[in-house]
T-cell receptor, first 112, second 115 residues
């Protein structure tokens, strides 16, 4: 039972345009949602998070939107840069244990 | 400062052998997590330590898997009688006390290959 889903395995965008990565979840008890970025042969690195009581969090070029009624969140990157090319994971935090539950990841390619 | 380190970076073993994977968390981080990532999938939770004790080991797939953190710092993940299906990247993460949004800092992982 996949509690966190990223339905798009890959996304390709042109440099300077907006990248939108999507994530859906099923458990309404999650308290935080996080986005991680992963380069090959490295561990995931934290990008941005959002509390379940918020609907938007912005940090520079990165903005995360949360729609609780739809159990959906999205990460917007604008403008996209070639260095943003990586695998992006959406993760949900379990309020009881602190473990993170990850989606399958979306590979973003930003073309120069 | 130093991040989470994991050794070895790569481990190749034969089916049926025993392996140990080591994780050095960031100094001062009280929580430590182990995850396993298979090809094309996101990291999957295995076990979580708060200090020396395992607070949640519900993700360990079976009793061949065991992890310890005897002094509340370094942790070792132990796999007995390895099987080909255990092949994956094993990730360790740590987080500081009173982390408001549960940000976890990941190591580079150990790639385990069981032949």
């Amino acid at each position: 039972d996949q509690q966190v889903k990223q339905n798009s395995p890959s996304l390709s965008v042109q440099e300077g345009r907006i990248s939108i990565l999507n994530c859906d979840y099923t458990n309404s008890m999650f308290d935080y949602f996080l986005w991680y970025k992963k380069y090959p042969a490295e561990g995931p690195t934290f990008l941005i998070s959002i509390s379940s009581i918020k609907d938007k969090n912005e940090d520079g070029r990165f903005t995360v939107f949360l729609n609780k009624s739809a159990k959906h969140l999205s990460l917007h990157i604008v403008p996209s840069q070639p260095g943003d090319s990586a695998v992006y994971f959406c993760a949900a935090s379990d309020v009881n244990t602190g473990k993170l539950i990850f989606g399958q990841g979306t590979t973003l390619q930003v073309k120069p | 400062g130093a991040g989470v380190s994991q050794t070895p970076s790569n481990k190749v073993t034969e089916k049926g052998k025993y392996v140990e994977l080591r994780c050095d968390p960031i100094s001062g981080h009280t929580a430590l997590y182990w995850y396993r990532q298979s090809l094309g999938q996101g990291p999957e939770f295995l076990i979580y330590f708060q200090g020396t004790g395992a607070a949640d080991d519900s993700g360990l797939p079976n009793d061949r898997f065991f992890a310890v953190r005897p002094e509340g710092s370094v942790s070792t993940l132990k796999i007995q009688r390895t099987e080909r299906g255990d092949s994956a990247v094993y990730l360790c993460a740590s987080s500081p006390p009173r982390s408001s949004y549960n940000e976890q800092f990941f190591g580079p992982g150990t790639r385990l290959t069981v032949l």
